[in-house]
């Protein structure tokens, strides 16, 4: 079982690109969820899905899309990047709305 | 609105003793709590998950916590230390929807 796949592992952009983060997991989970972690503040949530076309806004949503076509599928959009969105973003699922999440490895992203 | 407060950024224990990490919480209804641990360059895996019941709960590599309402605390302990467990590890309360993280510990073990 891979788990939770994430693409790229690293990315620089420039201020204003814009791009897609991926998303992908093999457990049938139906929850996903999008996460950014920042040095001493945890990680917050961008975003997160109940199922197959059906998406919500979580704490941090700005500057932000998803979509949710098929259930193993979650990518996160950049629309236009900027350098405060340099983080590390993670994806996680999980089978309900209570268990607790297995996550991917991350994306390490840097907005110049 | 919920909250979690990890009141340790860094703590240093020997191999071979026992630890405690602490979490404070703010919740405003029956709290659903977790232990993530992440290792440097990796995802979160998670510990161990309290939703009701025990308030003593077991989890993976010998990890336990409990769940203290009256101290609004879920305290992450493990009675012998080993040199794998440094990692940043963090405490998180809520359901998917409203999820939230403690900015974390991290955990040095010294030999």
């Known amino acids: 079982n891979a788990g939770v796949t994430q693409t790229p592992k690293f990315q620089v952009l420039k201020t204003g690109q814009s791009m897609t983060l991926q998303c992908a997991q093999d457990?049938?989970?139906?929850?996903m969820s999008w996460y950014r972690q920042d040095p001493g503040m945890g990680l917050r949530l961008i975003h997160y899905?109940?199922?197959?076309?059906?998406?919500d806004q979580g704490e941090v949503p700005n500057g932000y899309n998803v979509s949710r076509s098929t259930t193993e599928d979650f990518p996160l959009r950049l629309l236009s990047a900027a350098p405060s969105q340099t983080s590390v973003y993670f994806c996680?699922?999980?089978?309900?709305?209570?268990?607790?999440?297995?996550f991917g490895s991350g994306t390490r992203l840097t907005v110049v | 609105a919920q909250s979690v407060t990890q009141p340790d950024i860094h703590i240093t224990v020997s191999e071979g003793a026992s630890l405690e990490l602490r979490c404070n919480y703010s919740?405003?209804?029956?709290?659903?709590l977790f232990w993530y641990v992440q290792s440097p360059g990796q995802g979160l895996q998670l510990l161990l998950k309290?939703?009701?019941?025990?308030?003593l709960v077991q989890g993976i590599k010998g990890f336990e916590a409990e769940f203290k309402r009256s101290q609004s605390s879920f305290n992450l302990r493990k009675p012998s230390v080993h040199w794998s467990d440094a990692a940043e590890y963090f405490c998180?309360?809520?359901?998917?929807?409203?999820?939230?993280f403690g900015a974390g510990t991290r955990l040095t073990v010294k030999p």
């Open positions: 996680a699922s999980s089978y309900g709305r209570l268990g607790g999440y297995t």
């Open positions: 457990m049938n989970h139906e929850y």
């Open positions: 899905s109940v199922g197959a076309g059906i998406t």
């Open positions: 919740y405003g209804a029956t709290p659903y």
């Open positions: 309290y939703f009701s019941g025990d308030t």
């Open positions: 998180a309360v809520g359901a998917m929807s409203d999820m939230r």
